[in-house]
């Protein structure tokens, strides 16, 4: 019997090619996993009406972690009885962090030394997705609780305490004092009671000229959803480019790992796709699990193939999905 349940969605796109190289990649590790596979997504939305069946609800419940490729969310008016299947996911399961580290890869042009993570509430702010329009008028509401902040300060200070002792609250409280104001004082409230960490504030418009000035300063960063959601993107493109971005979606209970990507329906079926965000994402889940050795061992054979190539294409070189993995399974 295997010592890991791991439900696994493909999702859209090149969730298809990235998670099937992903799990070559942990088995040939020793990663002792059953697989359960489910689905998710655009696809399946438009074959059957909903993009989350039941049976993939039973899955993330009956496993020790969900491993997800990536999920297409249509641009435009939203369709009948669609959700977009990852930000459905977080909302059910309650995974109010989502976890973004930025860290330096040997690939051209990243910036040298940057080791920090990115700390996003991951349920509310205006992804609550509550929007209307009257006439040429649209509004979206943005909803902020106490409970939240306070959730999402606590673990993005306990996160710091066990790195460099350092967060930085991102914030735009100087012109939405009621919303990012409760967000920026509720966080301050807890982090100033954590003897040892050094916490400071920032807006978010000057911490977007920061991170391209100088990201080493920062250490662990915490924002609210929208935020986080550009902002990681920007420290992305600092070290390679999302084709290197993993993330995790964790709550009290239950964990969702990820690419930063989304599912690149441009080259989707070409057999060209990047699985480096994948397999770093299965990183962080291994992390989570607490299989620290095999964590180990798959960010240093991919560090080593991202150094001696083969690279993809968004990464200079010419190598496929394929042959990049199996190289990372020849330096394992």
Do not use: W
């Not at 916490?199 to 929208?226: C, G, H, K, S, Y």
């Amino acid at each position: 019997m295997a010592k890991y349940r791991i439900c696994s969605i493909e999702g859209d796109g090149i969730g298809h090619e990235v998670i099937p190289a992903t799990r070559r990649v942990l088995d040939a590790a020793g990663f002792d996993a059953e697989y359960v596979d489910a689905e998710a997504g655009y696809e399946y939305y438009l074959d059957h009406g909903t993009s989350t069946p039941q049976a993939t609800y039973d899955a993330v419940e009956n496993t020790d972690a969900t491993l997800f490729g990536a999920a297409t969310s249509p641009t435009g008016e939203k369709p009948p009885g669609f959700s977009g299947a990852i930000r459905h996911l977080r909302q059910k399961y309650g995974l109010y962090a989502n976890v973004r580290p930025t860290k330096t890869r040997p690939v051209p042009g990243a910036y040298e030394n940057v080791d920090l993570v990115i700390v996003r509430e991951n349920t509310q702010g205006l992804y609550v997705e509550q929007e209307r329009r009257y006439g040429d008028v649209a509004i979206a509401d943005t909803v902020i609780t106490g409970e939240a902040s306070a959730r999402i300060g606590k673990y993005a200070a306990e996160l710091a305490m066990k790195r460099g002792k350092r967060l930085t609250v991102v914030h735009k409280a100087n012109v939405l004092p009621v919303t990012q104001g409760l967000f920026l004082n509720t966080i301050l409230d807890h982090t100033n009671t954590v003897e040892g960490l050094t916490t400071n504030t920032m807006i978010v418009d000057n911490a977007a000229m920061q991170l391209v000035r100088n990201p080493r300063q920062f250490d662990v960063m915490v924002m609210t959803n929208m935020f986080g959601d550009i902002l990681s993107d920007l420290a992305a493109g600092l070290v390679g480019g999302l084709g290197i971005a993993a993330s995790g979606n964790v709550g009290d209970k239950f964990g969702i790992f990820e690419s930063v990507h989304g599912s690149a329906p441009d080259i989707a079926g070409q057999g060209i796709s990047n699985p480096t965000a994948t397999m770093l994402a299965a990183v962080l889940m291994l992390d989570q699990l607490g299989d620290h050795d095999t964590a180990r061992r798959v960010d240093n054979a991919v560090n080593k193939v991202l150094t001696e190539g083969p690279r993809t294409r968004d990464l200079g070189g010419t190598a496929g999905t394929k042959e990049f993995t199996d190289a990372v399974i020849a330096a394992l």
